[in-house]
């Protein structure tokens, strides 16, 4: 489809129209069976990041999304197969919380599937959003509104992407709670039960006492929050007195043990002794941990179960008995596992804690210590970081849970030893980001937690047996085969067994946990590729070329997909991994939805065009972060100016007169380009042979040739700010200069000199918008279709060959442009037109320029020009023909 060059082009409507056309042409669609007859090597597989569909999509989200749409367009013009799909993270606590409110529902799993369930309300209205007024409903009809709801959320956002201009293929979309998805993570999860990899354990588990649901460490995010020291005694067998300072007072029952670093010497002849605790009179001992610090407090801790993750290191380390006394809705427990060990006045202070919050029992607490004298002068306060889960409000607390786990590394050196040399073998940009990846990996505490407490995601694959008493044998799992999956324990009969034998004595009962989303999105490369489904496609794009993603989840998506695809393929799932870096507002902080600062990309879209805020983008390498102030966006202004030059300096090449050149040109074969990707015909219309005849046209080609090998260097090193940069120089040039030299010869001129011209022009546009495709989709294709059939973006990308120019670049551009530059300043500082007439000017510089007189007399109209040699460029003695009559 080519049509007729507007009157007057514009950048407005160009989104609506193109995105249609591509669509209806098929233009990014991924052809499965051309693929696998190219062979792997042909193909260029994305492992798209799927946004999550239950939020709204910011500018960050575009900035990242555009870095990945640039690389993967400059490999489609370089001939390979693009696999590059689009994902939708469905699952997770924003899903459940918007399902909730909107219509008026809650989960309960126990309850039984209701066919053709019609919720109480549709869009929040009527509800305060409390549980007790919300209905309580099946997990799978849970599920089915989760869907119900993300399914518009994704239209929205498949919109936004539309209009951005990525070119992915639409008929490649996918559901993290899709019934592919879910096949995908629950066959990863019996292959890593099968192997050992995935096992139960009753541990420690930090817990948000909101969700009510355990937390992995990569969930985790530190706030400061205000708190106090406390100062406390102990008490020594021989009457003395131990102090410590805490600032969770409250834990006092739950304490095991008092800590001090081997080295500090105030504590060595104590070490091995035992001391009892204040109110409660639990005899504890007191031990020695390098994670003591000698210079915080007094020195000596007190060990509780659970405070914080110290808590628990050394609960581990140091084997100590587990006395946990907080519950899972966050409230002091009735009963305490120490209660027999409490004195007569403990069990009475302990009563007096039993149902509180933690922030009640702190403060009753102080007030006991207050009483029994046992608190030391006054709290000292301070704020301190304190963990949260990431998507709560309140502190996590540490619970004592059965949970599922996947090995990570953290207890396996060998595993932890394999997923450090996957990092090694994958190709960061920038590479100094894979530091951030190797300190994590080294880092770990703890295997991977990858059960929740929750309802809207992968159901955990498993059931167990009920013995004579209707006890749950945990240790017995019943599992699936993989033909039966996707499957839901809560609401499917464990395999051998009827839906009547669930809950009874002999019978079943189904695992209630979801898989957290990290368990299901470090599968995105699978559930793309139909891996188990589709195994020709899923070892044709496995491992994929990219994964393009923000530098904040190098913790968990990019680990955990490397770790899975250690433990499922033992390779790594990408050759090269594309890291944004973050946008700061003005202020250079971070953007985020707590700070308040972060902007919607519609607006700007809506109002700069998408071209526009693509350029944006690019503007920025990998691993950068991008300061964005949406008052004043300096680089969007910036790019949209771009969008429209291109617009109109194509209109004004494209109107110099056609001659016999050009038309031999429009009819020339395609010239086979040559490069370490795959060799391919050149765009249709490119020249085999321009017969550029002029130096100054030559010239322009020969320095065209540098940037296109720059240009492509820099795409194939994932630095798109690079290619850009030297692309648009290099553009400003030829509109600025080179376009003002030769249309006086590319219109009036005559015979080889005028076609040269036109030939060059039509040569240079021709390229140009091949190198700015990635960039600017939406102008370069309107330009494209002008003059050629088929898409800019399936043309060949330029390569130097086919300019049909050999020599090297001898500097002549740079020194008429130089040259044109004085002709200017000089009419400029005689406060003349730029059309006035020169009688005559001397101009200096490289015996070089003479091959450029004609075409810098006609652009300054000059009547005798006289040329001097000399090292450097300058205009001199210029007399003006409105200075000559004065």
Known sequence: MSHAIPEKPALEGLESTWREVWEREGTYRFDRDAALAAGKDAVFSVDTPP??????????????????????????????????????????????????????????????YVHDFVPPQEGGEG???????????????????????????????????????????????????????????????????????????????????????????????????????????????????????????????????????????????????????????????????????????????????????????????????????????????????????????????????????????????????????????????????????????????????????????????????????????????????????????????????????????????????LDENGEVLRERPIVPSEEQ??????SDPA????????????????????????????????????????????????????????????????????????????????????????????????????????????GLLDEHGSDAVRYWAASSKLGTDAAFDPQNPKQIKIGRRLAIKVLNAAKFVYSFPTNEVVEERREATRLEATGDLETRPAAPGAPRSPRVTEPLDAELLAELGVVIEQATRAYREFDHARALEVTEQFFWTFCDDYLELVKERAYTGEGAAQASAVAALRTAIDVLLRLLAPVLPFATEEVWRWTHEGSVHTAAWPTALELGVTAEPRGLLPAVSAALIGIRRAKTEAKASQKTEVLSATLAGPAILAQAADDLRAVGRIARLDLVVADEVAVTDVVLAETAEA
């Not at 201009?165 to 629950?186: C, H, K, P």
């Not at 105030?266 to 005899?283: A, D, H, I, N, S």
């Not at 209630?512 to 899923?538: C, K, N, R, V, Y």
């Open 51 to 112: 946004p999550t569909a239950s939020g709204s999509l910011h500018i960050g989200h575009v900035f990242s999304y555009t870095h990945m749409d640039l690389a993967a367009r400059f490999q489609r013009m370089n001939g390979k197969h693009l696999f590059y799909p689009m994902g939708w993270d469905d699952n997770g606590l924003p899903t459940e919380r918007r399902v909730q409110n909107y219509y008026g529902v809650r989960c309960d799993p126990s309850l039984p």
């Open 127 to 465: 509800t305060s959003g409390k549980a007790a007024e919300q209905q309580p409903i099946s997990r799978r009809n849970f599920v089915e509104l989760c869907e119900r709801l993300t399914a518009e959320d994704e239209k929205q956002f498949e919109e936004l992407w539309r209009t951005l201009g990525l070119s992915v293929d639409w008929s490649l979309t996918y559901r993290t709670i899709g019934d592919e998805a879910q096949r995908a993570a629950q066959r990863a999860f019996l292959r890593n039960l099968a192997r050992g990899e995935a096992y139960q354990a009753d541990a420690p588990t930090l817990w948000d006492i909101t969700f009510r649901t355990a937390v992995a460490q990569a969930e985790l995010e530190d706030k400061e929050q205000p708190a106090a020291y406390h100062r406390v005694s102990f008490h020594r067998p021989d009457g003395g007195t131990i102090e410590i300072e805490t600032t969770r007072p409250e834990l006092l029952p739950a304490c095991v043990a008092l800590v001090a670093h081997p080295d500090d010497e105030r504590y060595q002849g104590l070490f091995g002794t035992t001391v009892t605790t204040p109110l409660f009179g639990v005899e504890v001992p007191v031990l020695a941990h390098h994670l003591a610090q000698k210079d915080k407090g007094s020195g000596i801790a007190m060990i509780c179960t659970f405070g914080d993750v110290t808590d628990v290191v050394w609960w581990r380390e140091l084997d100590l008995p587990n006395r946990a006394i907080i519950g899972f809705d966050g409230r002091i427990l009735a009963e305490s596992p120490a209660q027999e060990l409490f004195t007569d006045a403990g069990r009475a202070a302990y009563a007096e804690l039993a149902g509180k919050t933690v922030f009640s029992a702190k403060a009753r607490i102080v007030e006991l210590l207050a009483e029994s004298g046992d608190l030391i002068g006054e709290p000292r306060k301070i704020t301190h970081p304190v963990k949260f889960f990431e998507k709560g409000d309140k502190p996590l607390e540490i619970v004592s849970t059965r949970q599922w786990y996947i090995s990570n590394g953290a207890r396996d050196e060998a595993l932890r030893e394999r997923l450090l040399a996957a990092g090694r073998a994958i190709d960061f940009h920038p590479d100094f980001m894979r530091v951030r990846y190797e300190n994590w990996v080294g880092g770990l505490t703890g295997d991977w937690l990858i059960s929740r407490q929750r309802f809207f995601g992968v159901p955990i694959p498993v059931w167990y047996p």
């Open 485 to 490: 999956l996707p499957v839901d324990p809560s």
């Open 495 to 602: 395999p051998g067994f009827e839906e009547s034998q669930r809950g009874v004595p002999g019978g079943f009962v189904g695992e209630l946990d979801i898989m957290d989303t990290w368990a299901t999105s470090s599968l995105t490369p699978q559930i793309a590729g139909g891996w188990g489904t589709d195994p020709e496609l899923f070892e044709l794009v496995f491992p994929y070329a990219l994964r393009s993603q923000g530098q904040d989840i190098i913790r968990t998506w990019l680990f955990s997909t490397v770790l899975r695809a250690q433990l499922e393929h033992g390779e790594t799932p990408w050759r090269h991994a594309g890291i944004s870096g973050f946008i700061v507002d003005p202020d250079r902080k971070k953007m985020s939805k707590s700070k308040g600062n972060v902007v919607t990309p519609q």
